[in-house]
Each structure stands twice: as structure tokens, then as C-alpha cells.
């Protein structure tokens, strides 16, 4: 199994911020996912992170909104930006293991006011 | 894209007691996974099952993937088990990326 922490666990911020997740991992990976879990809704894929390439991101996500940086294989950062209050969500990251089971982060709760 | 529909959306139930958990999907998949969300929004992965039966304690899931369902099985229900149960699905030839289902809301009581 994967060890994967985050930073921070929650935050409040103000409409038109930036605020940027990270997540660690306790071995290396090839691919990182980050997850988006809106209020009372279920989880959706945001882009995927491959060390040493630019993320792809799923329909829906752009870049701009949601940049990803990959620098190692045990490290991501998710920058959610120019935030207003339709992003208060859950992020989440995760990883792909050994047994081809997903394990995730405890999470990032967001809440823009 | 692939369609995950879970059922029930919510469930009460009372320690003790038993339930199943279903999952249907659109496609043809070579990974599904049932994970537990706990109240405080953690995800616990409970099975990788694309195919076939197990078990583990209180819990037991079975996939038909000729029938694109599959079901989760919590017996003796127990109040740590509240939370929200999702499956979640990779379509074949999908590059590890997981669908997730609607959940299932569940609450066990006293």
C-alpha cells in the first residue's frame, strides 16, 4: 500500500485567491491523480500527473484554473486559482499501487468565501 | 464516457442488521474498487474486485462483469460503518483513471 499525505488538510479563502495543495507520497509513482469531490456529490477525476510531462487534464478542467507541477515521483502540487465560492470542494490526490488498487489522500476541505 | 449508478442512494439501517450495496456500469472495465468514506471525508479502499467473490470480516463483494454489476455484501452492520460506500470503475483500456459511482449514504443506528 501507499502512504500519501496532504497539505493543508483545510483552508478558508477569499474569492479571487490562489491557493496551491500538496501531496507526498511515500514511495515513487509514476502517476498521481487529483480528484475533486464537490459538496455531497461523488468524486471526479481533474487531470492526471506524470513526472517530467505536462498533466492532462480531464473535460471540464483547464490548466489556467488548475495548474500541476510533477518536479519528483513521490510529489504534486495542485494550485486551485483566481478562486471563487463554486470551488469549495474536497481536492484530493492519489496514487496507483502495486496491486492496481488506488489509494488516496485524507484531503484538502475548501471552503471560498 | 463510462455511467457508474449505485442503489440505494441512501440507506438507515440498525446495528445488526444486514445490506447490500449495488453498482451497475455502462462498459466493459478491468478494474473496480469499492471504497468506504468515512465522516471525516477519508477514503478507505475496501476491495479490488473486477471479477469473482471476496471476502474480508463483515464484508464481502462479488462482481458479474458479463452483467457490468457489482454488489457489496455488510453484515452485522455496526456504526462505524456509516459513511458513504462508492465504487469506482476503470474502463478497459482506460490508463488507470477511476469512474466513480453516485454512493450509497449509509447510516447505522443504535
Known amino acids: 500500500s501507499a502512504v500519501i499525505s496532504q497539505k493543508p488538510s483545510r483552508d478558508i479563502c477569499q474569492r479571487g485567491t490562489s491557493l496551491t495543495i500538496q501531496c507526498q507520497v511515500d514511495?515513487?509513482?509514476?502517476?498521481m491523480f487529483w480528484y475533486r469531490q464537490q459538496p455531497g456529490q461523488s468524486l471526479t477525476l481533474i487531470a492526471t500527473a506524470n513526472q517530467g510531462s505536462e498533466a492532462t487534464y480531464e473535460s471540464g478542467f483547464v490548466i489556467d484554473k488548475f495548474p500541476i507541477s510533477r518536479p519528483n515521483l513521490t510529489f504534486s502540487t495542485l494550485t486551485v486559482s483566481n478562486m471563487s465560492p463554486e470551488d469549495s470542494s474536497i481536492y484530493l490526490c492519489?496514487?496507483?499501487?502495486?496491486?492496481?488498487?488506488?489509494?488516496f489522500g485524507p484531503g484538502t476541505r475548501l471552503t471560498v468565501l | 464516457g463510462i455511467q457508474v449508478e449505485q442503489s440505494p442512494p441512501d440507506l438507515i439501517l440498525q446495528e445488526g442488521a444486514n445490506s447490500t450495496l449495488r453498482c451497475n456500469f455502462s462498459?466493459?472495465?478491468?478494474?473496480l474498487q469499492w471504497f468506504h468514506q468515512n465522516p471525516w471525508g477519508q477514503l478507505i479502499n475496501l476491495f479490488y474486485?473486477?471479477?469473482g467473490t471476496k471476502q474480508n470480516g463483515r464484508l464481502s463483494a462479488t462482481t458479474v462483469a458479463t452483467e457490468r454489476y457489482s454488489l457489496l455484501y455488510i453484515s452485522s452492520s455496526q456504526t462505524t460503518d456509516s459513511g458513504v460506500y462508492f465504487c469506482?470503475?476503470?474502463?478497459?483500456?482506460?490508463?488507470?483513471?477511476?469512474?466513480f459511482g453516485t454512493g450509497t449514504q449509509l447510516k447505522v443506528e443504535l
Open positions: 492519489s496514487v496507483h499501487g502495486t496491486s492496481d488498487t488506488q489509494y
Open positions: 474486485i473486477p471479477s
Open positions: 462498459d466493459s472495465v478491468n478494474n
Open positions: 469506482a470503475v476503470e474502463r478497459t483500456g482506460g490508463g488507470n483513471k477511476l469512474t
Open positions: 514511495s515513487q509513482v509514476t502517476m
